[in-house]
């Protein structure tokens, strides 16, 4: 088999792949250092913002999903987060077998209180990195995750 050199954007983005492998293990660690306090890991604050964020209560493969993780992954967490009281399950009408993950009263003070201390966090980390450069960043990084996605559902079909 020959050896294919990489194209000059296939080189630049396996170097930005490399340090956003390193970017994301740093993040998720400082980001559990930051919610420690409040009984939070950086995976249960990401699952909690997923709930949150979503119009109406949603089964744990959708949430899987929609954060690009494994369904096991987040059941567990989820599973977690419920023994915790953080989280509570709803009977789906659509699906027997596959209840709604709801926030509880207990698990949305406990995500406004990780989104509190995120914006003096997220504030001191963008100090002196450019708005447009995040952006662009930002940009790219969708395009990305929509090609992957492409690419995934394009595998399994």
């Not at 998720?28 to 995976?43: M, N, Q």
């Not at 997923?50 to 993780?69: C, D, E, T, Y």
């Not at 567990?76 to 009977?91: A, H, K, N």
């Not at 002196?128 to 690419?151: F, P, W």
Request: hydrophobic share 40%; aromatic share 4%.
């Amino acid at each position: 088999m020959e050896n294919e050199t990489r194209t000059p954007s296939g080189e630049a983005l396996t170097n930005l792949m490399l340090d956003l492998f390193r970017a994301s293990s740093l993040i998720l660690t400082d980001g559990d250092h930051l919610v420690a306090p409040l009984g939070l890991t950086s995976a249960r604050w990401q699952v909690l913002g997923a709930i949150n964020a979503v119009q109406s209560p949603q089964p744990v493969a959708w949430l899987a999903r929609n954060l690009g993780a494994n369904r096991q992954n987040i059941q567990r967490i989820v599973s977690d987060m419920e023994r915790e009281g953080l989280v509570c399950f709803e009977p789906n009408p659509h699906h027997r077998r596959a209840h709604l993950v709801v926030l509880t009263d207990k698990g949305r003070e406990a995500y406004g209180a990780a989104m509190a201390l995120q914006a003096p966090w997220v504030n001191a980390l963008s100090k002196g990195l450019a708005a447009s450069d995040i952006e662009t960043m930002h940009s790219v990084i969708l395009a990305l995750r929509e090609r992957l996605e492409r690419k995934k559902s394009s595998d399994q079909t």
